[in-house]
């Protein structure tokens, strides 16, 4: 009888646990599913091909958003070529060369300060040290550097993540057979790591594409077209920026809703690309 209770007690706790993990998953993924389903319908009918190949006109009433396109790739690219060579640098050199641990405990703890800090500080930073100082004014390299500060941290903790996952034993067999320090880290730890290295790459990206404050201060907020070459001295707004614009201070919801379409759609597919990449990669390591 006793059996019996204590049955009835363990199924009752159990449908009551899963109950409550069901209404939690909910709970989670309930407001991600409706803000998505909300900014698509939405923003997606607002779309079209004149709003995203041709520069706004105020002579003619015509909106259309190619130049914050096209910012925003230069802005991505640039901040990508800078900060994955000082990032990935960083770890390489505070995972296998750095012997003062105590050094690496403090660069370490400055990187995770760094990652905490408010976007906004960055872009008031980036503002005083990079469009005044160095006298670049505002102007997309300005708002490029102030990003390359932002995601540094993150791109150096996930490199050092990846890199202690390669097991030291292949970095023993390789000194064993006569390899140098450059060589083993060149031929045998970065392919083994290189899945974390590229998914943290992508992360950042995803990051890049969502921001705004800093580059509100740094990047600005001008609607020109220009070249890669030129653009890059000049001032001009990103998506993210040109969202805010046109939400805010002209009034066009829909356009800024087709904006937030084009932000949510590229945000799904570098996640998914980053998750390809990692599952491509552990499949190759198994192989």
Same mark, same amino acid.
């Given at each position: 009888m006793t059996g019996k209770k204590l049955s009835a007690? *363990? *199924?009752? !706790?159990v449908g009551i646990m899963k109950t409550l993990m069901y209404i939690s998953a909910g709970l989670t993924c309930g407001p991600v599913i409706f803000m998505v389903a909300f900014v698509m319908i939405k923003g997606l009918p607002n779309i079209t091909w004149e709003l995203l190949s041709t520069s706004p006109s105020y002579l003619s009433d015509r909106i259309g958003i190619l130049p914050d396109i096209l910012n925003t790739i230069y802005i991505v690219v640039t901040s +990508? +070529? +800078?900060v994955v060579p000082l990032g990935a640098g960083a770890a390489i050199y505070l995972n296998e060369y750095a012997s003062n641990k105590k050094l690496v405990s403090v660069i370490e703890y400055a990187a995770e300060t760094l990652s905490g800090i408010p976007s906004i500080i960055y872009g008031l930073v980036g503002m005083l040290f990079f469009c005044q100082f160095c006298g670049l004014k505002t102007s997309i390299i300005a708002g490029a550097l102030t990003l390359v500060m932002m995601n540094l941290p993150t791109v150096m *903790?996930?490199?050092e993540e990846s890199l202690r996952t390669v097991p030291q034993s292949y970095r023993e067999g390789a000194f064993g057979l006569g390899a140098q320090k450059w060589r083993v880290i060149r031929t045998v730890v970065l392919p083994g790591c290189i899945d974390g290295i590229i998914t943290g790459c992508i992360l950042s990206v995803g990051r890049i594409l969502g921001e705004s404050a800093a580059l509100l201060f740094t990047a600005g907020i001008a609607h020109t077209l220009n070249n890669f070459i030129s653009g890059l001295t000049s001032s001009g707004s990103t998506l993210t920026v040109a969202l805010y614009v046109y939400a805010k201070e002209r009034g066009e919801f829909g356009i800024a809703f087709a904006i937030a379409a +084009?932000?949510?759609i590229l945000t799904i597919i570098i996640n998914l690309a980053a998750e390809l990449v990692?599952? !491509?990669?552990r499949r190759k390591k198994e192989l």
């Amino acid at each position: 009888m006793t059996g019996k209770k204590l049955s009835a007690k *363990r *199924r009752a !706790y159990v449908g009551i646990m899963k109950t409550l993990m069901y209404i939690s998953a909910g709970l989670t993924c309930g407001p991600v599913i409706f803000m998505v389903a909300f900014v698509m319908i939405k923003g997606l009918p607002n779309i079209t091909w004149e709003l995203l190949s041709t520069s706004p006109s105020y002579l003619s009433d015509r909106i259309g958003i190619l130049p914050d396109i096209l910012n925003t790739i230069y802005i991505v690219v640039t901040s +990508i +070529i +800078i900060v994955v060579p000082l990032g990935a640098g960083a770890a390489i050199y505070l995972n296998e060369y750095a012997s003062n641990k105590k050094l690496v405990s403090v660069i370490e703890y400055a990187a995770e300060t760094l990652s905490g800090i408010p976007s906004i500080i960055y872009g008031l930073v980036g503002m005083l040290f990079f469009c005044q100082f160095c006298g670049l004014k505002t102007s997309i390299i300005a708002g490029a550097l102030t990003l390359v500060m932002m995601n540094l941290p993150t791109v150096m *903790r996930t490199t050092e993540e990846s890199l202690r996952t390669v097991p030291q034993s292949y970095r023993e067999g390789a000194f064993g057979l006569g390899a140098q320090k450059w060589r083993v880290i060149r031929t045998v730890v970065l392919p083994g790591c290189i899945d974390g290295i590229i998914t943290g790459c992508i992360l950042s990206v995803g990051r890049i594409l969502g921001e705004s404050a800093a580059l509100l201060f740094t990047a600005g907020i001008a609607h020109t077209l220009n070249n890669f070459i030129s653009g890059l001295t000049s001032s001009g707004s990103t998506l993210t920026v040109a969202l805010y614009v046109y939400a805010k201070e002209r009034g066009e919801f829909g356009i800024a809703f087709a904006i937030a379409a +084009i932000l949510m759609i590229l945000t799904i597919i570098i996640n998914l690309a980053a998750e390809l990449v990692s599952k !491509y990669f552990r499949r190759k390591k198994e192989l």
